[in-house]
């Protein structure tokens, strides 16, 4: 097999030059930093462990770790607590999506100091859950009403936060008009000719779309850097102004649509989708209770676009806050299988995925769960593994050139 720095660069090679030394430096930053920043090798290295065929086919969000699930404002207006990533989206084994997350529940508890006996109790936990939530076949939801412990608290945060108040914190409150905050961290000047086409794409798009956000004008536009994974895109922010609702302001990301990185190595047949970003947003739509604000695509100079409402990046769970707070612990695992689960029976039966009744069957079983649960604990040691190559190739300079 390749070296760890060859498959790094390799995969990372078609990034924005100029922004793939950042996603680096944030995958120093810790074993579940890089966990995140580095989906293709776990599905690489899952890829080569023959899958049983007893496992489902069903649509999983692909990038599935405790940080991918968050609360949101939907289409609605209403707040939710949902899986909120589906960069990597595919039609695939069951096994795949919750061999992820729970060994994402092992580097994440690593990461944190937090005992290994709790994390095997959570992972437990987790695919009792699921199993259950399955076996039942009715997909769930959590909102303000439904949601207990921390999970609630951030939905009443969410729920309370006016779109004005978000937008003001990205702005500039130096410049004489609206405009975003350039702090060279999360938000980037853009070149004036870029920056003239984006805002007019933009304000072509609001003038023709029949939702709400008809009565706004977009005033400025930025580079946006967030996430982990997902640094190195073409990635905008953009600043609209209502011309009614006395000055009201709204933010909206628009983020470049790139293949899966599970395509090379899922050997499930996919969809012919029209673009990448329409795949993101087709599974979105039917994985989630309710998806996002503004949720389309578009096209900019010949990419495709995932295109909705900006929302916080403030809004997951602090696992740091509640590591010593067990029942809390317990209630936000517990949601996150419930949730899990509920996405795949939500868009079971949808273009070959399991249907419910198959999903229901397979929630039965146990018997699956205990190899799972091997292969995440001996997984996250090798993620801890790479996680300290990956840090001394990087000081020693490996990354330094070009991808």
Known sequence: MKKLADRIKEFNKDLLPDMIQLKYKAMLESPFRFFRGTCHLFYEDFASIKTSPDFPLTWICGDLHLENFGSFKGNNRMVYFDLNDFDESSLAFVNWEISRVITSIFVAFDTLKIKSSEATEMAKLFLETYSRTL?????????????????????????????????IKQIDSKSRRYKIKIDNKTHFELEKGLKKDLIQHLSDWVKKTKEWPNHYKVIDAAFRVVGTGSIGLKRYLFLLQSIKNDGGLLLMDMKQGVKSSLAPYNPVPQPNWDSQATRV??????????????????????????????????????????????QCLKQVITDMAVLTASAQIRSGGIQKSATIDELMAFGKRTNWQEPLLKYAIKY????????????????????????
């Open 135 to 167: 076996s039942l076949g009715k997909a769930r939801y959590i909102d303000p009403r439904t949601a207990e412990g921390v999970v609630k608290l951030f939905l009443k945060t969410v729920k309370d936060r006016k779109e004005k108040k978000l937008a």
């Open 281 to 326: 947003i087709s599974v979105k739509y039917r994985m989630q209770n309710i998806s996002p604000a503004l949720l389309s695509t578009t096209v900019f100079k010949d990419n495709a676009y995932v295109l909705q409402e900006m929302q916080s990046t403030a809004d997951k769970i602090n696992f740091a806050s509640i590591d010593d707070q067990y």
């Open 380 to 403: 996250a040691k090798q993620v801890k593994k790479d996680y300290n190559q990956f840090k001394s190739d990087y000081n020693s300079g490996v990354y330094s050139t070009p991808a």
